[in-house]
Every structure is written in structure tokens, then in C-alpha cells.
């Protein structure tokens, strides 16, 4: 069973199964469970109607209306249209909230372990990273407000805040999101919100955009988001920007079109369904990835003795840690031949660590932990 889904995955050539020839792909943040049947059949129309031109302003418009919709409807935050703006992805959204939003100069501060393009991105745009190791509050990780509010006396002006939380999982409490904006806002500072898992949010926890919880977080905020992560998109190049400070509304109509101009047409057509009819097959998912992460946790504690792991409270990515390795990521490629992100990635914070993506049919994770505790058996 295993053997046939494994070989599937790989026949279909995404770049999560073919990066590492022979090996079990649980890296990139791809999943291999699929997009909505609303999504597939919206591009098949695309593609038949020929709409394979520049993304055009009926459709911009069409999914700002989608998007301000599912952000009302899932996470009760009501945003006009006219400020939900196209993106290519949401790291083309960073680089543009650094180049225009951040003082000019100014280091980039980001909380570790981090998604490992926020380490990447400030310094090709010639900025520092201040890495602001994150704090536990027992199985939790947590912001360290004190090291936060010293990153910004150092000069950091914006921070990057992901949520829900790439690698670790963390779904912010509205306290804790204040919590930060207070540090935020006594520096002056300003936050790119990464809020692309925002669909991924299971039971028990609830997403609560940064910029909905009131007038400081959403004047310090620009926020991204998109579909590509929960209906599996992403290479169709496009997220959206959500803007809720009006002298960046302002800006962006100044500067924001090359950004834009990125933004793929299908891309847009298949956010657009997603967000419009793809609602109840998420909630499928959802109950899928449930299932999950709690098996994972079954397979941990018998194959991987002595490793840490707290189900995620949001994404399909799983945060392992005390693998008794320099760099682990690097060890289960070449012994056990999986595919994971090894933690040294993610930052300083994160040596030790690697990152698992759970998304993939249940046969195929169990052979997964299988090969990883045999090979650190
Ligand atoms: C937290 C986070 N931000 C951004 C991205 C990249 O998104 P995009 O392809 O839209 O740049 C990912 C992809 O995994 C992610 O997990």
C-alpha cells in the first residue's frame, strides 16, 4: 500500500518527491493529499476558456472579494476588498513590506526557529537579521517579549511574525498577539503578519488575524496570506496582501504595481475558488490532518524514543526535536533516506531540530517514522 502511494507521489514530479531521487519527501511545504474539486474544476474552465493572460482587474477584484469573504467567515475579520491586493506569493509580500514599510537600513528582527526564507530574504535585500530565539511555557513555545523588545533597542524596526507558526505550530492567543503588539508599538516598530497557514487550524485553537485585534496591531501590520497552502497551490504563484494602515494603502498604489505584476492569472482563479467553494473540503482535510498529527505522535513514542514532539496547533508540519545529531536533517537523507528540513535552517535556535511534513497519506508517514527510527536505531 505504502509502496504504490510512495511510487504515485513520485510519478506525479512535484518537487517535494523528486528533489531527493529515492528518497521518502517529507521536506518542502507541499501536500501530496490533494487540492479542492471547486479548484481543479475552475482552472480546467480557465485553461478551456484560454484566460491565460495578464491576471486582469475583474478578477484582481473577484478574488479580494473572496478573500475578504473567507477572511469574515473563518476568522471573523472584516476587511474591504479594495484592501485585499494581489501577490505573486508571500514572500514577494516580505520583500516589499521591507523595501517600503521598514526603515530604510534596518535590520529585519525575526523569532526562531523560523521558516527557513526569513532568513534569507532581509540580507539579499541587504539587510541584518536579528534572530530572537522563541521561549517555552512547557510543551509551548512562546515570543520572549523581553529579547523581542531588546532586538527592536537594537534597532530592529520590522518584525516578522508568522502565524500560525511555521515550523513549530504555535496558533497565537489574542493575549499573546497583544502582548506583542505592546512591545511593537513602544519602539514604533512595524510587523509583516504571515498568515498563509491561517486555514491549516485545528480543533481546540482558533486564528486570530494580527490585524484584527484592534487599531495598534493593524496600523503595524501589513498582512499576507494565501491559499496555496491548505488547497496546495503554490505554484501557481499568488497570495494575497492585506492592507489596514492607510498611509500603506497610499504607498502601495504608488509602488505595489510591479509587485503585483507577478500575481499569475490561474493562480488567482484557483484562490479565488478556493476561498468562494473549497470550505467544505477543507474541513475534510482538516479532519485528516487532525488524524495526523496525533498518529505521528503514536509513531513517535514507538520508533523514536527520547525525540520531542507536541502536536501542532496549527500546519501540517511537525517540529522534532532531540534527535541526538549535529545536524539531523542531513543524518536521516543519507541513513534513512527521508527527506525532512533539517532545524539548523530555521536558525541558530533551531540546530538539533528538523521539520516533518505531515501532509501525505497515513501509509506513507507511518513509513516514514519507520525508516527514521531504524535508521537511528
Ligand atoms: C510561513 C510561510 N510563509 C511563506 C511561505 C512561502 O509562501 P510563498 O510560496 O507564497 O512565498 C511558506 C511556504 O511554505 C510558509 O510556510
Not at 321 to 331: H, K, M, T, V
Amino acid at each position: 500500500m505504502a509502496d504504490d502511494l510512495i511510487e504515485r507521489l513520485r510519478a506525479r514530479g512535484g518537487l517535494k518527491w523528486t528533489r531527493h531521487p529515492g528518497a521518502l519527501g517529507a521536506w518542502v511545504a507541499e501536500s501530496d493529499l490533494g487540492t479542492a474539486p471547486a479548484v481543479t474544476r475552475a482552472l480546467h474552465e480557465a485553461v478551456d476558456r484560454g484566460l491565460l493572460g495578464y491576471l486582469p482587474d475583474w478578477l484582481a477584484g473577484d478574488m479580494a472579494r473572496a478573500t475578504a469573504g473567507f477572511l469574515r467567515e473563518r476568522h471573523g475579520w472584516d476587511v474591504p476588498p479594495e484592501r485585499v491586493r494581489p501577490l505573486p506569493d508571500v514572500l514577494a509580500g516580505l520583500s516589499a513590506a521591507i523595501t517600503h514599510l521598514s526603515r530604510p537600513g534596518s535590520p529585519v528582527v525575526l523569532p526562531t526557529p523560523a521558516y527557513m526564507p526569513f532568513l534569507e530574504v532581509p540580507p539579499a535585500l541587504g539587510r541584518e537579521v536579528l534572530e530572537v530565539p522563541m521561549a517555552r511555557d512547557g510543551d509551548r513555545f512562546v515570543y520572549d517579549l523581553d529579547a523581542l523588545d531588546a532586538a527592536f533597542l537594537a534597532g530592529g524596526h520590522l518584525l516578522v511574525l508568522c502565524n500560525p507558526h511555521n515550523p513549530v505550530g504555535r496558533v497565537l492567543e489574542p493575549a499573546e498577539v497583544l502582548a506583542v503588539a505592546e512591545v511593537v508599538d513602544r519602539h514604533g516598530g512595524r510587523v509583516f503578519a504571515d498568515e498563509i497557514h491561517a486555514p491549516l487550524v485545528y480543533p481546540g485553537h482558533r486564528h486570530v488575524p494580527y490585524a484584527s485585534l484592534g487599531e495598534v496591531p493593524a496600523r503595524q501590520a501589513v498582512t499576507a496570506t494565501s491559499a496555496s497552502k491548505a488547497w496546495d497551490l503554490p505554484g501557481l504563484k499568488c497570495a494575497q496582501l492585506v492592507l489596514t494602515n492607510e498611509a500603506d494603502a497610499a504607498l502601495w498604489a504608488e509602488v505595489g504595481h510591479p509587485v503585483e505584476h507577478g500575481a499569475s492569472t490561474l493562480g488567482a482563479v484557483a484562490n479565488t475558488a478556493a476561498y468562494t467553494d473549497g470550505g467544505a473540503w477543507l474541513d475534510e482535510l482538516l479532519v485528516v490532518l487532525d488524524g495526523h498529527r496525533r498518529l505521528l505522535a503514536d509513531l513517535v513514542a514507538a520508533h523514536l524514543p527520547g525525540v520531542r514532539y507536541t502536536p501542532p496547533e496549527g500546519t501540517y508540519l511537525a517540529w522534532l526535536e532531540g534527535l541526538d545529531a549535529d545536524r539531523p536533517g542531513d543524518l536521516l537523507l543519507a541513513r534513512a533516506g527521508v527527506a525532512v528540513v533539517d532545524g539548523g535552517r530555521c536558525g541558530a535556535a533551531g540546530r538539533g531540530a528538523v521539520r516533518l511534513n505531515f501532509a501525505t497519506p497515513a501509509p506513507v508517514l507511518e513509513r516514514v517514522v519507520e525508516r527514521m527510527g531504524a535508521a537511528l536505531r
